[in-house]
């Protein structure tokens, strides 16, 4: 089978998406799959060239115009004889040109395609940039959606999204795969943590609560500015480290409310963080807190509790499992419920805290990898070409249950 996934980039601060393409792509290599991932030019995430290295067909094409709709000259020029060269198109996204570009170049060609969305249909995204989405609809993405072969939910919410704006055709139940952490020898995991706090001193002998995602509204950054203000002094041991890429310069209200609050030197903001340094956060922490509006995934979610993190986290996500399987806090996503949260979290032995990151550790391991994931998008595939009659037991049309596992 020859497959061709599109997303307008993979570039390191683009968050979740640039590394679960190319951990499928890479998956779907090993798994004997002909793959072509075509994307924007730019400072693509480390994992791209990763997924190269493996066997998966990079193309980068240079963007005319960058930001809104990132058209690319090159990639419409040649869209179509790529399409033409495969099975099945997987495009990750919508808004956007190259997502556009993909599937009316798959609809001439008459190769069917499937959308992975990646939460741009939760209520919440909605909201955002609420014109120019309401207008592309119009012009574009619902003819888009309602054409496509299938679309891909990661978690029974987003498949209810997916209802929500109007799409009726089949939906695929799929969660994502997550890297494994990896073993790290205790003197590489010493070694890493110590590096950490010479990066940033103030955490020396600290307790660490570790937030790792984009600085953006959705994110709930506010949310936990104004409850670490409210309960920092109760736990003088404890320090916020706040890590991602700063957002429309949403980090500036981050910092007033820390300022007004009095605990600016209770958190440490650092910026993105790749590689060893990023993994060197997760060793030198203790808690990780995602106070998230919404989410139709949370990779970090899954890639804090693989390093043995317990999570607190809202039901803006769709990890219920945490509260299955003990390894942190589900909890509605308000101020007052983030701060019952950490009076009952922060105050926890460490070795208490390590249990439950270890039960999280083992859940992940066990039930989101890539391999099962990719397995699951092949069937897909394959039903949609024809090539097996028995319909997937997560795939659902309108009005049915949408089976599948769930975080």
Excluded at 186 to 205: I, K, V
Excluded at 217 to 226: F, H, N, S, W
Excluded at 344 to 357: F, Q, T
Aim: charged share 20%; net charge neutral.
């Amino acid at each position: 089978m020859r497959v061709l996934h599109v997303i307008t980039g993979l570039w390191k601060d683009t968050g979740g998406p640039s590394e679960v393409i190319p951990a499928i792509c890479t998956a779907m290599v090993e798994a004997g799959v002909d793959v072509t991932l075509a994307t924007l030019a730019g400072d693509s995430a480390e994992s791209v060239e990763d997924a190269a290295a493996h066997g998966v067909r990079v193309l980068k094409f240079p963007p005319s115009i960058r930001h809104t709709i990132w058209y690319s000259r090159e990639l419409h020029r040649q869209i179509g004889p790529l399409v033409s060269e495969h099975d099945v198109v997987h495009i990750h996204g919508i808004w956007q040109f190259p997502d556009w570009a993909a599937a009316a170049a798959a609809r001439r060609a008459g190769v069917p395609y499937v959308i992975t969305p990646h939460g741009s249909l939760q209520p919440a995204r909605l909201r955002k940039s609420s014109l120019k989405k309401r207008l592309s609809a119009i012009l574009a993405d619902r003819a888009m959606l309602n054409q496509a072969g299938c679309l891909h939910a990661t978690a029974p919410s987003e498949a209810d999204a997916f209802r929500l704006y109007g799409y009726r055709g089949p939906i695929a139940m799929i969660p994502n795969g997550i890297t494994p952490a990896g073993r790290i020898e205790p003197g590489r995991a010493a070694m890493l943590d110590a590096a950490f706090r010479r990066d940033f001193p103030e955490t020396q002998g600290r307790r660490l609560l570790l937030f790792l995602s984009r600085i953006e509204p959705i994110k709930g950054v506010t949310t936990l500015a104004r409850a670490w203000a409210e309960c920092a002094r109760q736990f003088p041991d404890w320090h916020l480290v706040v890590i991602g890429p700063d957002e429309r310069s949403h980090l500036q209200e981050v910092l007033a409310i820390l300022r007004d609050g009095g605990v600016l030197d209770r958190t440490t903001i650092t910026g993105p963080l790749y590689g060893d340094r990023k993994t060197a956060a997760y060793l030198a922490s203790e808690l990780f807190v995602l106070p998230t509006i919404s989410e139709n995934f949370g990779l970090v979610i899954g890639e804090a509790l693989l390093h043995r993190l317990p999570v607190i986290t809202t039901t803006g996500a769709p990890w219920p499992g945490i509260v299955e399987h003990r390894c942190g806090w589900w909890i509605e996503p308000s101020q007052n419920a983030l701060v019952d949260a950490l009076h009952e979290a922060l105050p926890l032995p460490r070795m208490e805290l390590a249990a439950r990151g270890d039960r999280g550790a083992a859940w992940i391991s066990r039930d989101f990898t890539w391999e099962s994931e990719s397995r699951l998008l092949l069937q897909t595939y394959e039903w949609m070409l024809g090539r097996q009659s028995h319909r997937p037991d997560f795939v659902a049309f309108d009005g049915e249950a949408t089976a599948g596992n769930s975080a």
